[in-house]
Structure formats: C-alpha cells, structure tokens
C-alpha cells in the first residue's frame, strides 16, 4: 500500500508551491494551504518509502494541539478542510527553532554520552543516565535550514549575530515554556510523558505567532508514563512513541544522514509498522479514534480539495 508521496496540480501564476520534507505547501496571497504527505524524513533526509496514514495522523494531530494553546499564542492554522490538508495564513518565518528538552534522550544523550556537558549554551549537570529529567528543562535551539541539516545554536550566537533581536528571542523562550508545559499536562492526562519537542514562529502583521506543527510524533517525544519510573530504576529502555524508533532503524542499518552513507530500504513490515505506531500515537495523545480514510482515493481526494481552495 502507497502513501500520499506528493501533489502535482496545475497553478496560475499568483501561488507559489514548495515542498518540506514532508509537507507541500500552496501560498496565495495570504493564503497558506499545508497538504501534510505521508514522506517520512530523518537525520534531514527524506526516506524513499511513504509511511500510509502517516500524513493524516501529523494534520490531524497538529490541528489538535493547535486549536488547545491559542490561549497562549496567535497560531498559523485556520480551518481543516481535509484530513491531510490544513489552511491558515501566511508568516515571515524566524529561521531558528525552539528545541526544548525535558529529559536526557535522544540527540542530547549522544552528545551527554560524548562527553559533552554544554548543550547550545546550556549546561547539564553531572550524573544524569539516559531518559533522567533535567532538574528544569532546556532550551536547545537549532537553526532553521532552508536545505540541507539543521545546526545547534545558543542563546547568544543567535543575539549576537543578529539572528533574532533579544527581546523577541526571549518572547520565544517565555511561550515554548509555557507550551512545553500545556503539552506536558494534556500528555500526562492521556498516561504519556511529553519528553522533548520543537516550535516554529513567525510574524503576522508584526505578532509573534505560532507555526508548523506542534506535539505530533515527527516533532515530540513521548514516553509511557506507566512504564517509565520502574525502567529507569533498572535501567531498561523506555517505551515511547516518537519517531526515534525510525533513526535507532537507520542508525543499526549503518545511515547516520552522514556524507557517503546509503540509505536503506524499509520492508513491508517496516512500513506496516511505522504507519501503526503514528495510528497509536494519535488515539492515545487525543483519545480519538482514528478514522483511516480510503488510501486508494488520496491522491485525487486531496488534490481536489487544494485546487477548490486555491480557486476559492
């Protein structure tokens, strides 16, 4: 079974299309149409397998989370006219993103590992082992790269190559906090343990807003509360839903994204087993069933649906 690999529509001349890693991305105007694919990205490369409802799952997760913090910040999004397509508007994208970090896993484990204790500027303390909370969590940000891979940053190699003035830098820092904290109590109501995770802003009409997705699995970290403290104590992995499973795949298969590296070649098995683990994800963090929709009429469903809207 394929996914939604991408959309091919014919445009007059006033929109603009792109393509992310994962997302096509239709601008007219003001308009910003986001049709979320089912690619499937890592270490900043594209893997060659579609990943099925994979798409829906992240729009509809997005949608979500976005729609639970409005509250707290402007967002991006408007109206879901699709399960795989969200519409909203247009912003100047800050070309840094707020990693924020809640637990010592992943990328800052490695580096931890390494034996590196500073992390973008931001220390970690001594005797942590892998998946320990940080006392507070840290804001690691990486810079935003239109291609290729995304770099670690500080706080003041932001400020003091002008990347982002610092009273707006520290809004940033103010709002992730405050976001990190929103997803970590909705996540712990569902039994899950919002771990790390990343936000995008930009400006419209001068205001800090939030874009991009928020809480999904291509962008979080979660670990099952249940499982988690008796883990640590013996020190077994922790269960999680993220996308970390993926690299661990990839990085056992000899592909880190690094230079003369080949990608591998996911089975079916594989794919069957990516697309469950996003299904999960989604009606554990919401509570919601998720309807699968009929992969067989994707393509034409959701390319019907963006054409109406850029005609509209």
Not at 43 to 57: A, E, N, S
Not at 125 to 151: Q, Y
Not at 233 to 249: A, C, D, I, M, T
Not at 282 to 301: L, S
Request: with cysteine; proline share 5%; charged share 25%.
């Amino acid at each position: 079974m394929e996914g939604l690999r991408s959309t091919h529509i014919e445009l007059p001349e006033e929109v603009v299309k792109y393509s992310g890693k994962v997302r096509d991305v239709y601008i007219k105007n003001n308009l910003f149409i986001s049709v979320a694919s089912d690619r499937i990205s890592a270490f900043d490369h594209i893997l060659p397998r579609t990943i099925p409802f994979k798409g829906q799952v992240l729009n509809q997760t997005a949608a979500y989370f976005l729609e639970s913090v409005k509250d707290i910040i402007p967002v991006w999004m408007r109206h879901v006219p699709d399960p795989n397509v969200t519409v909203g508007v247009t912003c100047e994208p800050i070309r840094i993103e707020m990693v924020i970090r809640g637990y010592l896993t992943g990328h800052s484990w490695r580096e931890y590992r390494s034996g590196k204790r500073v992390l973008c500027g931001e220390d970690m303390i001594e005797g942590l082992k892998e998946n320990d909370p940080f006392p507070v969590p840290l804001i690691t940000p990486s810079t935003k790269a239109v291609e290729g891979h995304d770099m670690d940053i500080s706080k003041a190699e932001i400020i003091s190559q002008g990347l982002v003035p610092l009273d707006l830098y520290e809004e940033m820092e103010l709002i992730s906090r405050k976001l990190f904290r929103r997803g970590q109590e909705m996540a712990l109501a569902q039994g899950l343990i919002l771990v790390d995770t990343k936000y995008e802003f930009g400006l419209h009409d001068g205001t800090l807003t939030l874009m991009d997705e928020i809480h999904t699995p291509d962008s979080s970290r979660y670990f099952y509360l249940k499982s988690y403290f008796e883990n640590q104590l013996k020190g077994l992995p922790q269960n999680q839903l993220s996308k970390e499973f993926v690299r661990e795949w990839l990085i056992s298969k000899g592909f880190q994204g690094l230079e003369g590296q080949v990608m591998p070649e996911m089975d079916d098995e594989m794919v069957h087993t990516i697309s469950e683990r996003y299904i999960l994800l989604y009606e554990t963090i919401t509570g919601n069933q998720f309807q699968r929709t009929d992969p067989n009429t994707i393509q034409n469903r959701v390319e019907g649906v963006v054409t109406e809207l850029i005609r509209g």
